[in-house]
């Protein structure tokens, strides 16, 4: 698997170039609704749920063997809001 796999896949699900794993199934499951061969033409849509099934396949990979960071700095950028209240609640008497 390489880049090229990957960006391919992502194209093909209709994602943007940050996703969750929730947008990735979520897209998923709505292009493979939408071309299901009990709702378009069965050779029509064989290739395209072959390619939407290769995709998410992929993707899925790619998620499972990437490594998460859990420094503060990396939970910071994925909750602000949180860190930002936390650290307020944490400092707010030093301001007085």
């Given at each position: 698997m390489n880049f090229i796999d990957i960006d391919k896949a992502r194209k093909t699900l209709n994602l943007g170039e940050l996703a969750t794993i929730k947008e990735i199934k979520a897209n998923y499951r709505k292009l493979a609704v939408r071309h299901h061969p009990d709702k378009k033409g069965a050779e029509e849509s064989d290739?395209?749920?072959?390619?939407?099934?290769?995709?998410?396949?992929?993707?899925?990979?790619?998620c499972a063997a990437y490594k998460y960071s859990f420094k503060e700095d990396a939970v910071a950028n994925v909750?602000?809001?949180?860190?930002?209240?936390?650290?307020?609640?944490?400092?707010?008497f030093d301001s007085i």
């Open positions: 290739e395209m749920m072959k390619e939407l099934n290769q995709a998410y396949k992929v993707l899925l990979d790619y909750y602000p809001y949180e860190e930002q209240m936390r650290k307020w609640k944490d400092n707010w």
